[in-house]
């Protein structure tokens, strides 16, 4: 009884930590790729840790134009998918390791689009199904998504995001 116990034990555990090691390779069977950490453009850092919390600072894609005007919902979409492995490799640059990740626990979402446009959860999708993706359950997470009449750079779309990361 004790090894069949102990036996159970030893494959939840494996089972686990198998699992949770997985993210980059993960990200690479989804067919993509983390990019280049880019260095910010002002007076400010990518990323703050502050205890087991990240906090991420606004990422943006190379896609430029308003969501409704230049630029489709599909193409919004792909656009927060982009953001979020920006957002991804910054926060692999802080905590060396994505398997560290406990929870993405709150993102804010910003769409550039135009004033009569109210779709934007539709858009800020790309970048949640892109957590859940990756991470599973511990990629669900809070959110705001918002219409914005500008963006820097034009940008499509600026997430931000709050991480819970393993001491």
Do not use: W
Request: proline content about 3%; aromatic content about 8%; charged content about 20%.
């Amino acid at each position: 009884m004790k090894t069949k116990c102990l036996l159970f034990f030893l494959l939840i555990v494996t089972t686990s930590f198998v699992h949770a090691q997985d993210v980059e390779k993960k990200i690479t069977e989804m067919g993509l790729q983390l990019p280049a950490v880019s260095k910010p453009i002002a007076n400010y850092v990518k990323a703050v840790r502050v205890g087991n919390l990240v906090f991420l600072s606004g990422h943006g894609p190379n896609v430029f134009g308003k969501v409704g005007k230049d630029l489709s919902i599909q193409q919004g979409y792909d656009a927060a998918k982009e953001t979020g492995l920006s957002l991804l490799a910054s926060l692999k640059a802080e905590i060396g390791d994505l398997n560290k990740v406990k929870r993405v626990v709150k993102v804010l979402g910003m769409v550039n689009c135009t004033e009569t446009f109210t779709e934007q959860p539709k858009v800020i999708n790309g970048f949640s199904d892109l957590m859940v993706g990756v991470f599973g359950d511990k990629g669900r997470h809070a959110r705001s998504a918002v219409g914005m009449y500008a963006l820097p750079n034009n940008f499509a779309v600026e997430i931000e995001m709050i991480v819970e990361v393993e001491n």
